[in-house]
């Protein structure tokens, strides 16, 4: 199947963004096309081709590519893989009001994202490969980037423009640094769980899942907790819960809030398997740990 775009316009003109997630099977291609916004692609997974100022660069996972307006661009899915892409398109003058807050940043960033001027004119670093753990965190980005624009809830406008600039930070931190060539596989690995590990401590309250870390890492399941365990002593279940049962005794000292409603504050689904996995860490369960609390104990978290 072909997929043939004429040039586009972002349809929101008073916030000229989007971000969608497609996928593409083996066989389908994009014929060449432009566009009068900047769009950027992010290869989560597959192999193909991209055709951009009359050049041929190969996509896989961790390839981000940045699409400058009014340059025809196209690219193919390769024979017997697919494609899953994130693009993220938006307008310069989107982030007018935010670029003066990095003046002090100039050195470390792009030209072409601070100056719209600069547009067609400077052969910035439009292809680049990712590191595994730059690949994580760049995708927990883009994930919040698409939640916040798929709910649309009241002030994602600012929110997306604030993560908009923290996506062309970070991928000017990496490009600068020269983290995108290939380095010692030991400590990629290392960083890699290390980011695992910080995004669990950020984000034990959801419903997070071995299979979307290791589909985020590009990591077979086997491998991903094998290496998880050498790395942290823990699996990533018991990790995770670790974190979760951790914050539920801070609110269990610090709140008067019921047991119920610290069981879903924390991420779990329902009281039964809170109180079993409390057990599991702490050895008595949350209502008898509240009780145990003397009140000085209590004082001392306040």
Not at 44 to 61: F, I, P, Q, S
Not at 82 to 95: E, G, K, N, T
Not at 257 to 263: E, F, G, R
């Amino acid at each position: 199947m072909i997929h043939y775009l004429k040039k586009q316009m972002l349809a929101d003109t008073e916030f000229p963004f989007h971000i969608g997630i497609d996928k593409y099977r083996s066989g389908e291609s994009c014929r060449l096309h432009d566009h009068d916004f900047t769009e950027l692609f992010y290869v989560a997974g597959g192999e193909g081709v991209h055709r951009y100022k009359d050049r041929e660069t190969y996509l896989g996972r961790g390839c981000v590519l940045i699409i400058q307006p009014g340059v025809e661009h196209s690219y193919q899915v390769a024979k017997g893989s697919y494609l899953r892409i994130y693009q993220v398109a938006f307008c310069q003058d989107l982030l007018g009001g935010e670029w003066p807050a990095l003046d002090h940043a100039l050195s470390y960033i792009d030209p072409f994202f601070i100056d719209p001027s600069i547009v067609g004119k400077k052969d910035f670093i439009s292809y680049f490969t990712l590191i595994p753990s730059q690949r994580f965190e760049l995708l927990m980005l883009l994930e919040k980037m698409y939640s916040e624009y798929d709910q649309k809830k009241w002030g994602y406008h600012c929110l997306i423009r604030l993560q908009l600039m923290e996506l062309f930070v970070y991928l000017s931190r990496w490009t600068n640094a020269g983290s995108h060539q290939p380095g010692d596989p030991v400590i990629m690995k290392q960083d890699l769980y290390q980011e695992v590990c910080k995004y669990i401590k950020q984000h034990y309250m959801n419903p997070i899942t071995l299979e979307q870390v290791c589909t985020y890492c590009g990591i077979s399941q086997s491998a991903f907790t094998r290496n998880f365990k050498r790395v942290t002593g823990l699996s990533f279940i018991e990790y995770r819960n670790k974190e979760r049962i951790q914050a539920a005794k801070d609110l269990l000292i610090t709140t008067d809030l019921t047991i119920m409603m610290i069981s879903a504050k924390v991420g779990f689904s329902n009281v039964s398997n809170f109180d079993r996995v409390f057990k599991h860490f702490e050895g008595l369960s949350p209502l008898v740990y509240r009780k145990h609390l003397t009140a000085s104990d209590r004082s001392a978290f306040v």
